[in-house]
């Protein structure tokens, strides 16, 4: 029991002297962290008061100017009162204690000063020039306190445009940056470098005139192949959202992943609730900001808010191998795409199955193998029937229309996979299948081919999804499959 009691001693003593060491680390380590906070808060109040200061010199330069020119109207108004008040002192102390010779003799200067007086300007051009502090909400978003802002120096109407070709002017805009600066859109239709002139009022903005470089094609590219943020695996659709941020079907990584149109991360958003692991194949996105997506592993159409928050599911009693999704701008009906039920399922935006329409087969309204779905504000359902290669057209009814053979700029028969709609006047389609190249195409609305948007050097391979922006003209946003990227193109 001896032997016992002192392994036990031991043993105690090990773990009192690991309890200590323990205690002086998580002492140590609470003094580092509370340095860093210190740090960290400093920083911060070092930027706050250098940009408290940087607002205050600002103010005061701008009053200064103001002060200095109310100053020198002061000046004039005094001079101007002086001259007045003198004639008109001389010229009453003249008629009253003059004689009529006297009068007589001052006639011709007295008029003429008399005339000069009675014509100056003793309105004064002072306006009422607010020069206002604009606070911030988020000092961290920003690194900024807020903005200083004039009602008469930064109108955004006296802003003009030179130097611009009339083939160039298809959209100009101005946009409030809401952080004193504001952001100058010139959409062209031209290639080329422009020389651009931009005034306000009649001073020209300092660092003019600017060059605008005006493209077509593909114009960026977005992500890479990974699990990270910013990184895909197999994405398959695309969507834009009422920020206008890109929304992706990130499939392979099981998750939706959100970017500005730019490519800057914004956030990831993943549904772990269901059975089998969450793999969206496609997403639309109704009017309102609600997202439905195509959950392929649990056969469901799955509902959500922007911020991940599931809000219903439906689907699952009659989706076999559910492909892509569309949302009617008539009604907000949803209509899937169930490849291996061969047809068009159609749901009420609560989730209620409606009906289907289509079969199996080559013949009008018969599908081969369905992908992508878009619906105009008509009310008419483009439909890519992907191994038949060709659009086909229904009406609000389901009753068959036209179709349309995908047909590339070299006349070749292309397999359709994605496909959006422009003001109800242009069909876009994003085309491929090994060893086929790839393409994206744009035709009118009745079929007749328009162009090729992309070239062989912009490499897609297997492009499925694609969105369109609300730029004039808008941009293509395609998710680029095989490559584990987005890829946006201009026309």
Same mark, same amino acid.
């Given at each position: ?30 003094s ?5 906070v210190?740090?960290?808060? +400093?920083?911060?109040? &070092?930027k706050?008061?250098?940009? +408290?200061? $940087? ?7 701008? #009053? ?11 000046? +004039?108004?005094?001079?101007k ?9 001389y ?13 007589l003799?001052?006639?011709?200067d007295?008029g003429?000063?008399f ?11 002072i +306006?009422h020039?607010d020069?206002?502090?604009?606070p911030?909400d ?6 900024i ?5 004039s009602?008469y ?17 298809? /959209? ?7 952080d004193?600066?504001h $952001?100058?859109?010139v959409?062209g239709? @031209? ?11 009649? &001073?020209?903005?300092?660092g003019?005139?600017?060059?605008i ?15 990270a943020? %910013?990184q895909?695996?197999?994405p ?8 206008? /941020?890109?929304v992706?079907?990130?499939?392979d ?8 149109r730019?490519?800057r991360?914004k ?26 997506? @195509?959950?392929d ?12 928050? =599931?809000i219903?599911?439906?689907g699952?009693k009659?989706?076999k ?12 009906? =949803?209509?899937?795409? /169930?490849d ?5 399922? =159609?749901?009420t ?8 329409? %289509?079969?199996?087969g ?6 081969? $193998? ?12 483009? =439909? ?7 659009i ?7 009753? #068959?229309?036209y ?6 700029w070299?006349?070749?028969?292309r397999?359709?996979?994605g496909?959006a709609?422009e003001?109800?006047?242009?069909? #876009?389609v994003t085309? %491929?299948? #090994? ?9 009118e ?7 090729r948007?992309?070239s /062989?050097?912009?490499?897609l ?10 730029d ?11 490559n584990?990227?987005i ?5």
């Amino acid at each position: 029991m001896v032997d016992k009691l002192k392994v036990k001693e031991q043993e105690v003593e090990k773990n009192k002297t690991m309890a200590k060491q323990l205690h002086t680390d998580l002492t140590e380590q609470c003094s580092r962290e509370e340095r860093k906070v210190r740090m960290k808060a +400093e920083e911060i109040i &070092q930027k706050i008061k250098r940009e +408290e200061q $940087r607002l205050i010199d600002e103010l005061k330069t701008n #009053y200064k100017m103001k002060i200095k020119r109310a100053a020198a109207d002061i000046d +004039e108004m005094e001079l101007k009162h002086g001259n007045i008040k003198s004639a008109g002192n001389y010229i009453e102390t003249l008629m009253h204690h003059g004689n009529a010779a006297q009068l007589l003799s001052t006639e011709g200067d007295v008029g003429t000063r008399f005339k000069q007086l009675v014509t100056i300007e003793t309105t004064a051009k002072i +306006e009422h020039d607010d020069f206002i502090f604009i606070p911030h909400d988020e000092f961290s978003e920003h690194g900024i306190l807020g903005i200083l802002e004039s009602q008469y120096d930064f109108e955004i109407s006296k802003c003009t445009v030179e130097n611009i070709p009339k083939q160039l002017l298809k /959209d100009i805009n101005v946009d409030d940056n809401r952080d004193g600066t504001h $952001r100058v859109t010139v959409a062209g239709q @031209l290639d080329g470098k422009y020389q651009v002139t931009m005034t306000i009022g009649d &001073q020209p903005i300092p660092g003019c005139p600017v060059i605008i470089p005006v493209i077509k094609g593909l114009v960026k590219t977005i992500g890479r192949v990974g699990t990270a943020q %910013g990184q895909y695996n197999q994405p398959q659709s695309v969507a834009i959202n009422k920020d206008r /941020d890109i929304v992706t079907a990130d499939t392979d990584n099981h998750r939706l992943q959100i970017t500005t149109r730019e490519g800057r991360f914004k956030k990831i958003l993943k549904f772990k609730q269901f059975k089998q692991s969450f793999t969206p194949r496609d997403i639309a996105i109704s009017s309102d900001n609600t997202y439905y997506s @195509l959950d392929d592993n649990n056969n469901q159409v799955v509902v959500s808010d922007e911020n991940g928050h =599931v809000i219903r599911c439906f689907g699952q009693k009659e989706l076999k191998d559910p492909c892509c999704i569309g949302i009617s701008p008539v009604d907000g009906n =949803v209509y899937v795409t /169930d490849d291996s039920g061969d047809c068009v399922r =159609v749901y009420t935006r609560h989730g209620k199955y409606l009906r289907s329409f %289509g079969s199996k087969g080559k013949g009008q309204g018969q599908f081969n $193998r369905l992908w992508g779905v878009v619906i105009a504000t008509t009310g008419m359902v483009f =439909v890519a029937d992907y191994n038949n290669k060709r659009i086909q057209v229904f009406n609000a009814q389901d009753q #068959y229309l036209y179709s349309f053979n995908c047909t590339s700029w070299t006349g070749k028969m292309r397999y359709p996979h994605g496909i959006a709609i422009e003001n109800d006047k242009y069909i #876009y389609v994003t085309t %491929g299948s #090994y060893p086929e190249p790839s393409s994206l195409l744009k035709f009118e609305i009745n079929g007749k081919f328009v162009c090729r948007i992309d070239s /062989d050097r912009d490499g897609l391979n297997c492009p499925t999804g694609i969105a369109l922006t609300d730029d004039v003209p808008c941009r293509v946003v395609v998710a680029d499959t095989d490559n584990d990227c987005i890829k946006v193109f201009v026309q």
